[in-house]
């Protein structure tokens, strides 16, 4: 069983930068690959960003390529998602999950993006970006 819980989020700036934390409790905590998932006022969750639990491997989406950095600090059970460049479409709630599937092919081993495969997740946290 893993506790999730989110903070850092704020209101900022276009431009700006936030770092959101995922604080876990649970000694297994470093056995779960974890992601960040956001969600906009009308719209569907949508993956942002996820991390293996050796944090050797990372995966983002398009959307936040290049803007954002997820990390992991094992020893302190807590996720990080670095937001750089921030844009009025990054406004959502965001979601730290953790999961225990990879996805894997010819290239390597990497987190999933999908929310059916995360099995935990915390209640969120505001992220708005004014204009």
């Known amino acids: 069983q893993v506790q999730l819980v989110e903070s850092g989020g704020g209101l900022v700036q276009a431009g700006g930068s936030l770092r959101l934390s995922c604080a876990a409790s649970?000694?297994?905590?470093?056995?779960?690959?974890m992601g960040w998932f956001r969600q906009a006022p009308g719209k569907e969750r949508e993956f942002v960003a996820a991390i293996s639990w050796r944090g050797d491997s990372t995966y983002y989406a398009d959307s936040v390529k290049g803007r954002f950095t997820i990390s992991r600090d094992n020893a302190k059970n807590t996720v990080y998602l670095q937001m750089n460049s921030l844009k009025p479409e990054d406004t959502a709630v965001y979601y730290c999950a953790a999961s225990r599937n990879y996805y894997c092919s010819g290239y390597g081993c990497r987190p999933k993006e999908y929310e059916y495969d995360y099995d935990y997740w915390g209640q969120g946290t505001q992220v708005t970006v004014s204009s």
């Open positions: 649970g000694r297994t905590f470093n056995s779960y690959n």
